[in-house]
């Protein structure tokens, strides 16, 4: 089966660092997408990673550990408009589709 | 028209009618998906097609389904509406599938009463 685990919800301080996990168990891998949802809007592309280790841009970094099933976003110098929902997404190899976990909510507090 | 778009924004609609709700894309984009979104289950995909003329069943295909007749549309028809499928649908689309990134419409939000 496929299975791709977040936790639901984080709250962090504005200009602090937060780190949001993904564990994922599917029949196959070909990569790993990050989604950021704003409330009442659509998800946007963050980061893609296919290959261990980490993937910097900016304030935003995620790292894959392939060999453990394991993602995690780096989100530093928070800011009140990272507020929004995390969506972690895996390609499933030889189909057009992403298996998406069911997203965690961060809250940044001032 | 930029991107990708969605009509309509949001409806009501009684149980057992039908609905289209319709997605089209000026992007050229050969690979389209619709999903489905609710709360504590995430996005989860309904129907997909890799190019015109061609399409896929998803995670969630029951009770709904697709036509791809050019590249651009990708209208998803609930033939006889029912509560649970009360969610908010998303269209998105990729240049080619795969592990090409998806990108996401405005989204519909359909009430099924």
Known sequence: GQNIDQPTEMTATEGAIVQINCTYQTSGFNGLFWYQQHAG???TFLSYN???GLEEKGRFSSFLSRSKGYS???LKELQMKDSASYLCAVVIPGTYKYIFGTGTRLKVLA | IA???QAPTSQILAAGRRMTLRCTQDMRHNAMYWYRQDLGLGLRLIHYSNTAGTTGKGEVPDGYSVSRANTDDFPLTLA???????SVYFCASSTSGGVDTQYFGPGTRL???
């Open chain 1, 50 to 52: 296919v290959l261990d």
């Open chain 1, 41 to 43: 809007e659509a998800p």
């Open chain 1, 72 to 74: 995690y976003l780096l």
């Open chain 2, 80 to 86: 006889s509406a029912v509560p649970s499928q009360t």
């Open chain 2, 111 to 113: 009430t099924v009463l």
């Open chain 2, 3 to 5: 991107g990708i778009t």
